[in-house]
């Protein structure tokens, strides 16, 4: 059983242990460290803006959403009904949200070494001012004086966006979202911090079971012919103006792979039909993603809207996991991606148009090198996403520079977002990037293959400049 111990971060945390290298890190840490968070990708629940209402409850908030957090313990053979992961049956789940945090609590030090533990012991640390570790004998001392602490009004959505020096942030909504939270925004102050982001994978994704009657409803919201090839782009054109006017600056698609089409309008309006129809082989509707990347890339190129690509994940690779619990419960997996055959057509079209931003995401690290850096070395309309998902940690952030950096530079890529549902955990999350980033360019300086000063610029860059132009934030 683990001990509870003193809680503390050390301030040279994720520095390089030379002593030279790490005392040129924490110069640039100094300079950066305090810099607006912005936060231009993520998934947190916009009602929680909106309302603006205290969250009553540490596993609600801490645990249930964190896919990290329930994958980890159910490797380890704890089974979700146990941490209160609702059924789809219905069936009965714990409940009590004490004996779930207890669970949890117990078996912390299975987080060991992880970016969970990282960030998790920051918000402890930082965010609720605990000063002794997490564990068994320690749980019921943490659930009680985090609910104390949520039930603030200093804990309250937007009194936590101010504390933490969140300048902006984006959530993502599907193309068929009414978008209301974000309506109810409007007036209040934080309409202009607190965006949305379109995701149409909803209307796009042909081998979803719901897709002909999404695409049925997208033609009731927008009163275009979504029957038809044309009036099924009219819609998106529709839906794609209504989130900006909510503040959308991107899209963002996640499909399995990075494939890209450019049929002609017969054939692209025949495919149509028959992902409608439902008798689509897996070619046609594969084919039909890659056509809509191209489609939208096009309309992204009309309204300025940047366009994020995130292919690559092998989604609820679990099948017992998916039909008990449903979508996003931890079985997510990476897989192997192709990005210079699967681009081309999409990228003899549009890749040339310097007014046109698209970032590339992958789960597939042999690309970094090989594929990504230089494609969004060469194309004007390619930027370069950072370490994403199960390489968002140190390590993986470190491969990422040390892979990308020589083909693409700095200027190719978009610094940091931390595409989480977990809140508490954005300026935990930052931080590491911060952290991370100046450990890169500490060994460059004492290579002598930047100057400290130019450092010191890039890590501006990194760290506020690069996301702010390449999501178009004002």
């Known amino acids: 059983m683990a001990q509870s111990r003193r809680l503390e971060l050390h301030p040279d945390r994720l520095f390089p242990s030379d002593p030279v290298v790490r005392d040129i890190a924490r110069r640039l840490y100094q300079q950066i460290k305090d810099l607006p968070i912005v936060s231009p990708h993520g998934h947190t629940d916009p009602r929680w803006f909106a309302e603006d209402a205290n969250w009553d409850n540490a596993t609600a908030l801490l645990l249930l959403p964190d896919h990290y957090v329930f994958r980890m313990l159910y490797s380890q053979g704890i089974k979700l009904e146990e941490l209160g992961i609702r059924r789809k049956d219905g069936a009965v789940v714990e409940s009590d949200y004490r004996k779930i945090f207890h669970i949890f609590a117990k078996h912390y030090y299975l987080f060991r070494g992880t970016p969970s533990r990282i ?16 564990c068994e004998e ?13 039930a603030k009004p200093e804990f309250k959505p937007r009194a936590l966006l101010q504390r933490f020096n969140i300048e902006l942030i984006a959530t993502t909504e599907g193309a068929l979202n009414d978008l209301k939270h ?40 927008t009163g275009e012919d979504t029957q038809s090839w044309q009036g099924y782009l009219a819609a998106l054109r529709k839906r794609r103006a209504v989130f900006r006017d909510h503040g959308a600056t991107a899209t963002d698609h996640g499909h399995p792979t990075a494939l890209t089409a450019d049929l002609p309008m017969k054939e692209a ?42 292919p690559g994940a092998h989604r609820n690779h679990n099948k017992i996991i998916f039909d008990r619990f449903g979508a996003d419960k931890g079985a997510d997996i990476p897989s192997p991606t192709e990005y210079v055959q699967a681009l081309k057509p999409l990228l003899q079209k549009y890749g040339n148009e310097a007014s046109l931003n698209i970032i590339l995401f992958t789960l597939d690290e042999t690309t970094y090198a090989r594929e990504l850096a230089p494609l969004a070395g060469h194309y004007p309309a390619l930027k370069l996403g950072p370490a994403w998902w199960f390489h968002d940690s140190p390590e993986g952030m470190l491969r990422f520079r040390h892979q990308v950096t020589e083909t693409a530079g700095f200027y190719n890529t978009v610094g940091f977002n931390d595409d ?39 890590a501006y860059e990194l760290t506020y400049g690069l996301v702010k132009k390449a999501y178009q934030l004002k």
């Open 138 to 150: 320690t749980a019921d001392h943490y659930y009680d004086s985090i609910n104390a602490q949520l």
């Open 269 to 310: 309006a025949a495919l149509f039909q028959r992902c409608l129809s439902g008798k689509a082989s897996k070619a046609d509707t594969e084919l039909f993603r890659g056509q809509m990347l191209t489609e939208m890339a096009g309309m992204s190129l009309e309204d300025g809207m940047t366009m994020q690509i995130h």
């Open 420 to 458: 989480t549902r977990a809140f508490l955990s954005i300026p935990a999350r930052h931080d590491v990037a911060r952290r991370i980033d100046c450990r890169f360019l500490a060994g460059l300086v004492a290579e002598h293959r930047l100057t400290e000063e130019e450092a010191g610029e890039l």
């Open 119 to 134: 960030w998790l012991d920051t918000v402890f640390h930082d965010v609720f001012g605990l000063a002794e570790t997490l």
């Open 182 to 221: 974000h309506a109810k925004l409007k007036g209040t102050g934080f309409e202009t911090r607190v965006i949305t982001t379109f995701r149409p994978d909803d209307v796009v994704d042909a081998d979803r079971a719901d897709f002909a009657a999404n695409v049925a409803k997208l033609g009731e919201i």
